[in-house]
């Protein structure tokens, strides 16, 4: 389809708006006319602003004479959304916002104008419905308390270990089967070892204090338990984890769980772990490729309940090709018998460099994503929504929740979503992110992105990261 903006130059806006409504499309952004079968024409002209669809043999034409004063973007990008519910005869529930943090909008809009014009301003100008707003508060306001226990020379650390046993037909991450990539992992943690070092040496010549720990991935538990224990070792020399109150491992595919690793992480002081199902529907596994059944998700949940975990997280998806409303529910039901203190409710998300980019075959559709994130909301009535992101090409341009029991909130997950402290991070794929804490100012640095790059330019990435010191001299 063809995007024709004349008058203005709004593209981002109005490309991510079609895009809630066309997910799967490619949307060509030109600002001259162009002949198409499936056409969108914006158009500003003085005061006067206009929005055309021409939509396979349909037509729809909209315009609006607006005040000197108005914001033309979001009128335009009103018009436009009135215009494409009109044609699709659907309405997307976060109405025109695309952004990635909707509750760090909430937040700024409560701290200029008070959280009742917030929330006026999210549902009359925004046209979010009432059920995201009443979320996006309720977010905002378990963020906020948590945002307050960051201090200005605070810190967190991110170790990636881009590895897992196979790769999901969903991800996007950088992530590598350890059937390709078995040979770079001893010589990885290697090096990790060696930057983990080097950033301990940074943070501790700069005072910074250091709050939370987070290994992510890829699967961190794909590593043996002794190469687990390496890196533990050598976060714990390098950095002072005194005032570290939450320290986080995604053991995140329930096939690389093993007692021997579960002891590793505990008594090496690990407090949180991320055991992920996804869904407890096995047919649904299969689809996506994971090679575990939901009867080991649940042993293993048990294995980490018996090695004295008692702050787990899980992760479900909503629209796994497959899945149905049924079945979705099964897999509530069943995180709600087993109870760890973290739920997290993806959105499947059509990423470009995932195996399901370009294939719709079999994809549930936004309606029922929305059907499944409600009934989520619904079940999982014992826990608070305490962070919130949202992902572009997300089925029915709908959220990712984290739920927790009350106290069990991950501040890491809420420090790097808001940005509202440094995160370094270490290891392939990894982005250092530098917050000024005087301003919104953030830099970031970018690690390598793959193990093999990675492990053949480390003095490269050293020198690199070097530039953390003159980031905090210049403030």
Known sequence: MVLVNKGHNFNYETENLCRVFFPLEKIQVVNEDKDDTRKITTEKINNRISVELNFDGKEISLEKVCEEDDDFELEIATLLFKALTDLTDYIPRW???????????????????????AQEYFKEKLLVSDEKTSLAM????????????SKPQSFSLYISIPFCPTRCNYC?????????????????????????KLTGKIAKDLNLNLETVYFGGG????????????????????????????????????????????????????????????TFNDKVLENIGRKHTSEETISAFRMAREAGFDNI???????????????????????????????????????????????????????????????????????????????????????NVGWCKKGYECAYNIFMMEECHTILACGAGAVTKLKDPDSNVIERIFNFKYPYEYNDRLQELFERKKRIYGFYSER
Request: charged fraction near 25%; glycine fraction near 6%.
């Open 95 to 117: 109405g025109l916002l695309t952004g990635v943090r909707p509750s760090k909008l909430m937040l700024k809009l409560c701290e200029e104008i008070g959280e009742e014009k």
């Open 219 to 278: 699967t961190p538990t794909t590593l043996t338990a002794e190469q687990l224990e390496k890196l533990l070792d050598a976060v714990e020399e390098n950095f002072d984890l005194s005032t570290c109150f939450e320290y986080t491992v995604e053991a995140g595919r329930p096939d690389t769980v093993t007692k021997e690793k579960l002891d590793v992480l505990k008594r090496k002081g690990v407090t949180r772990i991320s055991i992920n199902p996804q």
């Open 313 to 399: 997280n899980m992760d479900l998806i909503a629209g796994l090709s497959g899945d149905t409303l049924e079945s979705f529910s099964h897999t509530l039901d069943v995180i709600n018998e087993l109870n760890p203190e973290n739920v997290t409710v993806h959105t499947l998300a059509l990423k470009r460099s995932s195996d399901l980019a370009g294939d719709t075959t079999g994809l549930s559709g936004g309606k029922v994503a929305n059907d499944m994130i409600n009934l989520s909301h619904e079940k999982l009535s014992s826990y608070i929504p305490y962070y919130m992101y949202r992902q572009s090409k997300s089925l029915g341009n709908l959220e």
């Open 138 to 149: 309720s977010v905002a306001k378990c963020e906020e308390k948590i945002i307050s226990l």
């Open 172 to 196: 996007s991450f950088v992530s590598h089967s350890i059937e390709k990539t078995k040979k770079l992992m001893a010589p990885y943690v290697e090096n990790l070892c060696e930057e983990i």
